[in-house]
């Protein structure tokens, strides 16, 4: 297979989740080889997607190199690595790529109708020879790379949750990305959402770019002081656990986003894999380390 990139320069722009401020991205073609990179045009410091510049996993995956860094990379490389792109020049003028709806849906769509150029050269790939494991034993998550022809993800979502349950998730690449993942959206839980609101850590967060989870019982005071902070006083709790500000994709649309997720931060790996990769309760912590480990082989 030849390697891919862009027909031309997408744009977007719009608020970080975790920061809050707003940021303007470019994503340029860019030539064979040279792969994923990231710009802090505004500090003029280039950041290669590569594992080794990952520098914080708490709640997104932040990359830096000296004093530049960019944060909530994961959906942003989803996109790029499910839609077939093998180079790309990713400039940002902020510290966090915009969270937009969510998911990598914009980034998907935007692809698809700029168009997707074939290049001059292989498609360069990371082949996985032996079995590559890495767990946490605290958390019980674990992710596995065993040799495969083809890339595929299996993953099994449990978070002891009975709004969610048990959720599982597959994608390799006869599945179209762009309907199938690219429009599954963040999520959070509720308790989750009070403390970080109180902590000032999801200033960029709406009604519209992240899925409540309401595990537990919630006075309705509650539900309407967090409901006005993000500037929907009419929100309410729904029968089926959720906060009412979405309407659900698919069932399943956290599992998906998780393997959203792990796709991209896979991706850190610095190339496409040839490898049949299975995860239990993946997070972003565990899949870098994974890419790392990877990375580290070659």
């Not at 990359?63 to 989803?78: L, N, R």
């Not at 969270?99 to 698809?112: C, H, N, Q, T, V």
């Not at 992710?143 to 390799?172: C, K, M, Y």
């Amino acid at each position: 297979m030849k390697q891919k990139t862009l027909k031309d320069t997408l744009f977007f722009e719009g608020k970080g989740l975790h920061t809050g401020t707003f940021s303007h991205i470019r994503i340029k073609p860019s030539d064979p080889g040279t792969g994923i990179r990231f710009v802090r045009t505004d500090l003029q410091t280039e950041i290669p997607a590569l594992a080794q510049y990952v520098s914080n996993t708490s709640r997104c995956t932040l990359i830096s190199k000296g004093d530049a860094s960019v944060s909530t990379i994961e959906h942003v490389m989803s996109a790029l690595t499910g839609m077939g792109i093998d180079n790309a020049l990713i400039e940002v003028d902020g510290r966090e790529i915009p969270i937009l709806d969510g998911s990598a849906r914009f980034y998907a769509e935007a692809i698809a109708a700029t168009g997707i150029q074939e290049q001059d050269q292989e498609r360069i790939y990371r082949d996985i020879k032996d079995v590559i494991q890495i767990s946490d034993r605290q958390s019980g998550a674990w992710v596995r790379l065993e040799p495969a022809e083809n890339l595929s993800f299996d993953i099994t979502v449990d978070f002891g949750s009975r709004v969610l349950g048990i959720q599982t998730a597959h994608w390799d690449e006869t599945v179209d990305y762009a309907s199938q993942i690219a429009p599954c959206r963040t999520f959070v839980f509720f308790h989750e959402l009070q403390y970080l609101a109180s902590a000032g850590l999801v200033k960029g967060g709406d009604a519209d770019n992240a899925i409540v989870v309401v595990e537990h019982p919630v006075e309705d005071a509650v539900v309407k002081q967090i409901a006005a902070k993000v500037g929907h006083p009419e929100l309410t709790v729904l029968p089926s656990g959720y906060l009412s500000n979405i309407t659900l994709n698919f069932p399943d649309e956290c599992g998906r986003h998780k393997l959203l997720d792990l796709i991209g931060d896979m991706r850190l790996a610095g190339a496409y894999l040839r490898a049949r990769i299975t995860a239990y309760k993946p997070g972003h912590t565990i899949n870098t380390n994974t890419a790392k480990a990877v990375q580290n082989l070659y």
